[in-house]
């Protein structure tokens, strides 16, 4: 996350914003001060990313704010750096990582702990991974460490406390490499007489080939590589660092041209315009987000940044607000803790999206949050920052000294607890949510040898009575895993071919080994965690053929705002085969959130019930719709 309060020079108040600047004049440099427009940059961006994480379906390119962050971050260090080279000749590497040491560790080192925690007291399975998770947040290696363990931002099925730390290790590796290489820009263009506008357009240079590398080695199977990744997705940051090198240099290179000054206004205008789109519409599903949405919201940005600091006017009095200065200046707070609060509260009080019930567990965790970031803020982050680690620790003593020596004992012993207790958890943590030790259970049997078929199937002169189980095959995903047993109760005899993290492809395939041993009856349960490719879905009905009834199970996952979109497709290619219907989970479930697992995606042991009923009266509805005969399901009893 960027700085806050860092002291950069700032243009005046009092300069004439009406007409360009003529040639060769530069904006007047007022002293060191606080950088006017930054903290409102800082509040929309951060909450675009916290609307994004409370439910995506309310800003679906909310997680675009991260890159909003980048650009700033990048264009406040570079701005620290040139401005100290140009003024004392040198730049203190110490003291530069000293103080950024300061503003994010101590804050960091509270919501580490804290989360742990309280998250065991709530739900177990929050802790999956998290001896993981605690080595990235406090190294920030998250984006890597995640990498290597195959995580997925987007369509993540397991919770992940300090999921959102992938963004502060981007930052915080940034903050370790880009000083070095600032110096050694810096002692090139001395050396070589370039002027502050090629040193900008080589930085820029970096945030291109980093752009390139993300729209080149993006995967839609594996997005996690492209967007973790601190090599290809540097282009918010070397954005931020190049306008920097214009803005920051003695010259002011570009920020003076005539025509800049002449289109501003105009720019200012597309760039918001623009970005607000972005943030409003972006899919994280689309190729298209990856290879030019960040890019193009890094670019908006920018130039939103430089009519900011450049000179006054509306743009920045805006960004000057009150309320949105308040929250920029306790972005950093919010944003470390924004995640875990969601998570945990989620866990704790669940409930189905949509509902008015999960709007207020939401406003709940938002208000928590805010709390906890404005303590943090003013009780951690800034006599830190202002004192030094010993001079916070010194100054905590001294306004202890009311405290009784008993109460003190207390205290002391409270912490030493706490960090038994931490240690503990972190060394039980599971391995696994219960979830996947359910998914585990069942796999075995999920994947038994296929079974001869009780009759085959005529060709031209189909059957559309109601299947026995004897009769259906169903070939799903972890969702028909986690329903095994539900599904042999209520179609005895029959042939399940599911795994976990399976996607439609692996569908086709599992279909055309099966060939003639294919039944009458088919159940495809695919998508939950990679979505849905209609084209792969009309090719497996093709292969199949219209001989044979085929049911689609839709999806269901409240945090995964794709969802809606991928039945919509499911819905529409039913249509297009009289032979196919739609098992309507979505549904079924949303009615009562309470048959999920705590992972919100899979089916919970009656969950699974429901699960397999939605399948029957499919099929139901399938069979009365050829036959013209009702049919009458028996009710059976939960077992």
């Keep these: 996350m960027p700085l806050v309060g860092a002291a950069i020079p700032t243009t005046t108040p009092a300069q004439d914003t009406s007409r360009p600047l003529p040639d060769g004049v530069l904006p007047a440099r007022p002293p060191r001060g606080h950088l006017a427009g930054l903290d409102g940059l800082r509040a929309l961006a951060i909450v675009a990313v916290v609307l994004f994480h409370l439910d995506p379906a309310w800003l679906p390119g909310g997680f675009l704010g991260v890159d909003v962050f980048f650009v700033i971050s990048g264009f406040l260090i570079t701005t620290l750096l040139v401005r100290e080279r140009e003024q004392s000749g040198t730049v203190d590497l110490r003291g530069f990582w000293t103080r950024r040491a300061r503003r994010l560790l101590p804050a960091l080192l509270v919501c580490v702990p804290a989360c742990i925690l309280v998250a065991r007291t709530v739900e177990a399975d929050l802790l999956v991974g998290i001896r993981r998770q605690a080595l990235g947040a406090l190294t920030f290696s998250t984006n890597w460490l995640e990498i290597a363990g195959g995580s997925d931002y987007f369509h993540s099925t397991s919770p992940q406390l300090f999921m959102n730390f992938w963004s502060l290790a981007v930052e915080e590796q940034f903050y370790l490499v880009w000083p070095l290489a600032t110096i050694a820009l810096l002692a090139v263009r001395r050396h070589l007489g370039l002027s502050w506008g090629a040193i900008a357009t080589a930085v820029l240079g970096i945030g291109v080939v980093s752009a390139v590398l993300m729209a080149v080695r993006y995967d839609p199977d594996f997005v996690t590589r492209v967007y973790y990744g601190t090599d290809t997705h540097l282009v918010g940051l070397m954005l931020g660092a190049a306008m920097a090198m214009s803005w920051a240099g003695p010259t002011r290179a570009g920020t003076t041209s005539p025509t800049w000054h002449r289109y501003r ?6 760039a918001g315009l623009v970005l607000i789109a972005l943030l409003a519409l972006a899919d994280e599903g689309s190729a298209w987000t ?8 890094s670019l908006t940005t920018a130039v939103l940044l430089l009519g900011a600091v450049d000179r006054p006017g509306r743009l920045r009095s805006t960004l000057e607000l009150a309320p949105l200065r308040w929250i920029g200046t306790r972005s950093y707070g919010i944003y470390l803790w924004h995640w875990p609060v969601i998570l945990v509260i989620g866990q704790d009080l669940p409930s189905a999206a949509g509902t008015g019930e999960f709007v207020w567990t939401r406003a709940w965790a938002v208000l928590v949050t805010i709390a906890i970031a404005d303590l943090s803020f003013r009780l951690v982050e800034t006599p830190v920052r202002r004192l030094g680690f010993g001079g916070a620790l010194r100054a905590l003593g001294r306004s202890l000294h009311w405290a009784t020596p008993r109460a003190r004992q207390v205290g002391a012993g409270v912490i030493v607890v706490s960090g038994l207790v931490l240690a503990v958890v972190l060394l039980t943590a599971p391995d696994k949510t219960s979830t996947q030790a359910t998914l585990e259970e069942n796999a075995a049997q999920a994947a038994a040898p296929r079974a001869s078929t009780e009759d085959q199937v005529d060709e031209g002169n189909p059957d559309f009575t109601m299947p026995k189980g004897s009769q259906i095959d169903v070939f799903g995903d972890s969702m028909a895993v986690g329903s095994v047993h539900a599904l042999r109760y209520y179609f005895p005899g029959v042939q399940i071919d599911a795994k976990s993290n399976r996607q439609w492809s692996d569908g086709q395939r599992a279909v055309e080994q099966a060939g003639d041993s294919l039944r009458r009856a088919v159940v495809l349960a695919f998508g939950t965690n990679a979505g849905t490719d209609e084209r792969t879905v009309r090719a497996l009905l093709d292969e199949i053929g219209p001989d044979r ?9 409240d945090r995964l705002s794709r969802i809606e979109g991928d039945n919509d497709t499911l819905e529409a290619i039913a249509k297009d085969y009289p032979n196919v219907a739609i098992a309507d989970w979505d549904a079924a479930v949303a009615k009562d959130p309470s048959q999920l697992q705590a992972d919100g995606i899979h089916p919970s042991l009656s969950g699974a019930h429901v ?6 009266q499919a099929f139901a509805d399938l069979s009365e719709k050829h036959t013209g ?3 009458r399901l028996k009710e059976l009893p939960m077992p």
Aim: proline share 6%; hydrophobic share 60%.
């Design 611 to 616: 699960y397999s009923k939605v399948i029957r």
């Design 265 to 270: 206004r105009h720019l200012l205008v597309a």
């Design 549 to 557: 009834m085929v049911v689609l199970v839709n999806l269901h996952a």
């Design 629 to 631: 005969k009702p049919v």
């Design 290 to 297: 990856f290879r030019l949405g960040i890019p193009l919201a």
